[in-house]
């Protein structure tokens, strides 16, 4: 479940090591979640892998558009590497788990990716395209990504993953329905063809990037029926090694996408996915088709000859007795016991050592360097089946899970002889950020550009025998330079260029879903005079939950100080004199004690107390909460200020807070946001004295947006719905998909009916299918499948009924309340309604039929009863004045205007 991105082998095919990469981590994870027999099952899963050569690129647009049967069946049945690339990480959606939209919700889904993929074994991608909400159309969204970048993105994963086989989730067509999907359709075909082009793109050729021709492009039909040129996979069938179908293990990884719902039965019996062949250099489109690889040459022989290199039957010969090797390691398999194929595998290095020296006595050229660099890859698989099958652990382990520029990081590198075969730990190196200072057992310092690539190096010169049973423990301290580049995710460590992301330079780095981690140790071991075989790991921080007992999260570099706000964004309506109290907390990510002075700087007009506070943190007091007073001057204009906060410390300046994106199901990833509140001025009038009750659902700023109003806000939880007066609140406002995540909720509707009936005010935000389903309404409603939405933030908006209470009092609405909207206009609107309920707004996307479905009010015994399907909170913390108007106006409503 790693976010980080993939590092590439530290070795060449020519030098006598084998590299583990860091790409096989997802397959280490899977075995390791499988319980007893997990080595074995992890060694035979390797081992389908370590034969042919076969690569399958899947592309969609969103997390959650892959076909995870289809991935599993390819990466885990057929030994296949499989990969997935999404255009977006899915930052438009919607969160059913937690608050974080945009940014956060990308890395939560980026997350959920590769929390899935370590299930499938399926690689993941992305391109720069930034998910900016649902779009009914291609040319609206190609109107949010140029087309033309984004298939550069699309082309480098081509030519850099070098796919045979590709295939398209979408069709490109209308048929596809989102635009997003559309767009992905497109771009799967234009760079089946674009990528095997020298003149597109032109500027990624070079330093080992060449053309890519792939042979076959695909259209996925699901389902696996109805087309007479489909390729048919079964994915329905009991894996030995699984012990569950392919398509069991899909859905307990599709039931990853946790922020969006999508939890699936694993659910025994016959199932099959399929491809229908579009485009192909081998075959024609259109006919019976074999097979995704029907045509092309998998095999290590066939590479082999294509390379064309001097000694050629001795290359084969070679490969021969590698295949041997491999056949002989998989009969000797045990269930339980691995060993017995150790002593075939033990002969693979050798010939694959071998090869890669023939093979790199041919001529350059393209079959050059695909054979260099399938056999590059099978000695990383060949290596991690070596691991998985002696019972070697090696692990770094830090003592904390934050590494911080400036101070030291102590380090544990254990290896565990868990095996019935000695084992020798050849050397070992420990990559740091460049300028890391290091001491401890037995190391050797090399200067960074000495050793390995740009990180500074540490040499462990041992070859230390362990015998079986027995574990060493190397144990060293690291002094991170106070320059030492902070775990700043890559894709936003710049501004957007609208909406795409802008990558650096390094092109080692994009398209990955992360990172490379910080720290990283390589352990060359052997095995009766085996070659070595290097065990890459990151370091990771071991730690123990007193309720659900060991855990383990990657390491990241933390700044020394972070300083963040309790709000990013508030509503301050005009005339309101404050003061506001706001909070600043200073957190000492070091652990070693802050001395500083926090400032909290005011725009001009307003006034903030006190100017400054002393901060002293002594060593272990972890954190501090700081309060400032807030006040606009009486000259402030309406619009929207920034507060910044600083904290001076130590000679530096801090002003940067870090959220940790943390659930069960993904690894920790830190968010950096800088130390800022957005205050929006504006008028507003509410109806004073009012109290409101709020059922909150999944990421929801309402309550808070109604304080900002001045209003008297308290939450409702299980015990108030359940049983507590409802009397005492004047109206109660149910938040965005409460009824999808508030089981309480929907067991207490009666009573907010009743509290309607009784002159109480209902406003209800939008919730999914649940709410007509269910029948919560007070009058019947429906929803269309898929539902009424409108996408575009500035269509246009027709009142209705221009006098009614909801739209008058006590703000007068008008066009301007809907200016400056983010992201749509409103999603799940109604499409019928009972003719008690009154219609107020109308709006549609360009070229579809109007809509009156998004504000609907109904007078229900003697109060009142409103359903917005409004995006008020896409609006909220973007500050939107008019959305707030529209807020104090459902809530001041009374059944009595009615």
Not at 185 to 198: I, K, M, S, T
Not at 259 to 282: H, I, N
Not at 616 to 634: I, K, S, T
Not at 652 to 657: A, I, L, V, W
């Amino acid at each position: 479940m790693r976010i980080p991105g993939l590092r590439g082998a530290y070795c060449s095919l020519a030098q006598p090591l084998l590299a583990v990469s860091l790409a096989l981590l997802p397959a280490q994870l899977f075995a390791q979640a499988l319980g007893p027999g997990a080595a074995a099952v992890e060694t035979g899963l390797l081992l389908r892998q370590l034969d042919g050569e076969k690569r399958v690129l899947m592309i969609g647009a969103h997390p959650d558009d892959e076909d995870t049967a289809m991935l599993t069946a390819l990466a885990r049945g057929q030994g296949a590497r499989t990969a997935y690339l999404s255009l977006t990480r899915g930052e438009g959606g919607q969160n059913g788990i937690g608050p974080e939209l945009n940014e956060g919700l990308g890395i939560l889904r980026t997350g959920e990716l590769m929390s899935a993929r370590s299930l499938d074994g399926a690689e993941q991608f992305f391109t720069r395209a930034f998910d900016f909400g649902f779009s009914k159309t291609l040319e609206d969204t190609l109107r949010h990504w140029p087309e033309d970048e984004v298939l550069r993105d699309v082309v480098w994963v081509v030519r850099t993953f070098r796919p045979q086989v590709i295939i398209a989730v979408f069709s490109g067509t209308p048929a596809d329905g989102h635009g997003h999907h559309q767009v992905a359709g497109v771009l799967a075909r234009r760079a089946y063809q674009a990528a095997a082009d020298p003149a597109q793109f032109a500027d990624q050729l070079g330093g080992g990037v060449e053309v890519w021709a792939p042979q076959k492009l695909y259209q996925l039909r699901r389902g696996g029926g109805g087309a007479a040129a489909m390729v048919v996979v079964e994915t329905g069938h009991l894996d030995p090694l699984l012990g569950r179908s392919f398509y069991q293990v899909a859905m307990e990884s599709r039931s990853r996408h946790r922020s969006q719902d999508m939890g699936a039965a694993q659910t025994p019996g016959p199932r099959t996915s399929g491809g229908v062949l579009v485009e192909s250099r081998v075959a024609s489109p259109g006919v019976a088709d074999d097979g995704f690889y029907a045509g092309i040459d998998t095999t290590l022989a066939g590479i082999a000859r294509g390379a064309r290199a001097p000694r050629e039957a001795e290359l084969l010969q070679l490969l021969s007795e590698y295949r041997e090797a491999l056949r002989g390691a998989e009969q000797e398999l045990g269930v339980l016991d691995p060993d017995p194929a150790v002593a075939r595998l033990l002969v693979a290095p050798d010939r694959l050592r071998r090869a890669g020296e023939l093979g790199d006595a041919a001529p350059e050229g393209s079959g050059k360097r695909e054979l260099l660099s399938v056999l590059q890859r099978r000695e990383e698989l060949l290596a991690s089946a070596l691991i998985a099958s002696t019972g070697v652990v090696v692990e770094l382990r830090a003592g904390s899970d934050r590494a911080i520029p400036g101070e030291e990081t102590e380090l544990d590198l254990l290896v565990w002889n868990g095996g019935p075969r000695e084992v020798m730990v050849y050397s070992a190196e420990i990559g740091l950020p460049p300028g890391s200072v290091v001491h401890g057992d037995a190391i050797q310092f090399v200067p960074p550009g000495e050793v390995g690539s740009e990180p500074s190096t540490v040499l462990y010169p041992t070859r230390l025998s362990i015998p079986s049973g027995d574990l060493r423990r190397w144990t060293f301290k690291a002094l991170l330079p106070a320059t030492a580049e902070l775990s700043r995710l890559y894709f936003l460590a710049a501004p957007q260029n609208g909406d795409m992301y802008r990558w650096p330079e390094n092109p080692s780095v994009v398209v990955h879903p992360g990172n490379p981690a910080p720290i990283t140790a390589r352990v060359s071991l052997r095995w009766d005079g085996s070659s070595p075989v290097v065990v890459e790991r990151n370091a990771n921080y071991v730690g123990v939950n007193r309720t659900t007992g060991e855990f383990r999260v990657p390491v990241y570099v933390l700044p020394r100080v972070a300083v963040a706000l309790n709000r990013s964004s508030m509503a301050w309506p005009v005339g309101e004199a404050g003061p506001r109290e706001i909070s600043v907390r200073v957190s000492d990510l070091a652990g070693s004690g802050v001395d500083g002075e926090l400032r909290l700087q005011p725009p001009s007009g307003w006034t903030v107390s006190p100017e400054q506070q002393s901060v002293r943190l002594a060593e272990g007091d972890g954190e501090a909460v700081f309060r400032f007073q807030l006040r606009p001057g009486p000259e402030v204009s309406e619009g929207v200020v920034t507060f910044r906060a600083v904290l001076s410390s130590g000679g530096r300046e801090f002003d940067e807070g870090v959220t940790m994106i943390d659930y069960p199901h993904v690894d920790p990833t830190p968010l950096f946001q800088p130390a800022t509140l957005e205050i929006s001025y504006f008028p507003v009038q509410v109806a004073i004295g009012s109290r409101i009750g709020y059922v909150e659902g999944p990421g929801d700023d309402g309550l808070e947006a109604l304080r900002d109003l001045g209003l008297e806000v308290q939450p409702l939880g299980p015990d108030e719905l359940r049983s507590g007066p409802l009397d005492g609140f004047d109206a109660i406002v149910l938040g965005i998909r409460a009824y999808e995540t508030r089981t309480d909720l929907a067991a207490a509707n009666e009573r907010i009916l009743a509290f309607a009936r009784q002159g109480g005010t209902v406003v209800v935000q939008y919730n999914k299918y649940e709410y007509p389903d269910g029948d919560f309404a007070p009058f019947p409603v429906t929803m269309s499948r898929p539902h009424d939405r409108v996408t575009d933030p500035n269509a246009i908006v027709t009142f209705l009924v221009p006098s009614h209470p909801a739209l008058t009092s006590p703000n007068r609405l008008g066009e301007g309340d809907f200016r400056g909207w983010a992201h749509e206009r409103g999603l799940y609107f109604l499409n019928r309604w009972d003719d008690r309920y009154t219609p107020l707004l109308r709006m549609a996307d360009a070229g579809e039929a109007p809509n009156d479905g998004s504000l609907v009010v109904a007078k229900v015994g003697d109060g009142a009863y409103v359903y917005t399907g409004l995006a008020l909170f896409r609006q909220i913390p973007e500050g939107v004045p008019g959305v707030f108007r529209i807020l104090a106006n459902l809530v001041s409503l009374r059944g009595s205007d009615l």
